[in-house]
């Protein structure tokens, strides 16, 4: 079986090279379709998952927990219910059969399916250049503003992977392979990233 899952830093395009990876591969990608899941079985509005953020979650666990990620069934909180719905669709969706799955540390809740693990990154300037050209028209931000959420939307992802795991998010022995997107159309990228994958699972 062949699961890929994407980490990625923000603005770096990886929701998109989960896509046209996917496409490439002929397999689906799962993305926010896991919101679109979660908000189903719970009888939730799919903007109420959405909004509710890495940052929310660490807030609700507690230190004395450490990484047992089983005591979160335990508290009664409306961000842990969430996030063990987004678990249990990830699971869900992986054992349907290959796919790509973007975000929300499913190469951490995976790992027993020995998914291909990887990580897109770019440099500052790539990264605000692609939020910039995709933020909407009325969210612009200034360019410090925009600086200061790229920012901590990293941190929160950090600090969100560190909850479930010893691998510290972003760094290179955590995943099998880093792509830098600096300065390139994601679309350039695919091609050899899709060769890369059928090798991996050769």
């Known amino acids: ?22 496409e490439a591969l002929g397999i689906p990608c799962y993305d926010h379709e896991l919101i679109e899941e979660v908000a ?7 903007e109420q998952v959405s909004n509710i953020s890495e940052r929310d979650i660490q807030l609700y666990y507690p230190l004395t927990m450490g990484r047992r990620f089983a005591s979160m069934l335990k508290v009664d909180t409306r961000p842990v219910q969430v996030v063990v719905a987004l678990q249990e669709a990830i699971r869900r ?16 809740i995976l790992k027993d399916m020995e998914p291909l693990n990887i990580f897109v990154y770019a440099d500052a300037a790539s990264k605000l250049r692609r939020c910039e050209q995709r933020a909407p028209e009325d969210e612009k931000l ?8 790229i920012a901590q939307v990293d941190k929160d992802r950090a600090a969100y992977r560190d909850l479930f795991s010893d691998d510290q998010w ?8 880093c792509v830098n997107t600096s300065g390139k159309q994601i679309k350039q990228l695919v091609p050899a990233l899709a060769g890369y994958v059928n090798c991996w699972f050769a």
């Open 142 to 149: 200034s360019t410090p503003a925009l600086n200061r959420l």
């Open 93 to 108: 969706f992986a054992h349907q059969g290959d796919c790509v799955i973007v975000g929300r540390c499913a190469d951490v």
């Open 40 to 46: 189903k079985q719970n009888n939730m509005d799919v």
């Open 170 to 177: 972003g760094k290179k022995e955590a995943y099998h392979l």
């Open 1 to 22: 079986m062949r699961i890929i899952t994407i980490s990625r830093e923000f603005g770096s395009g990886g929701r998109e090279l989960g896509m046209r990876l996917a």
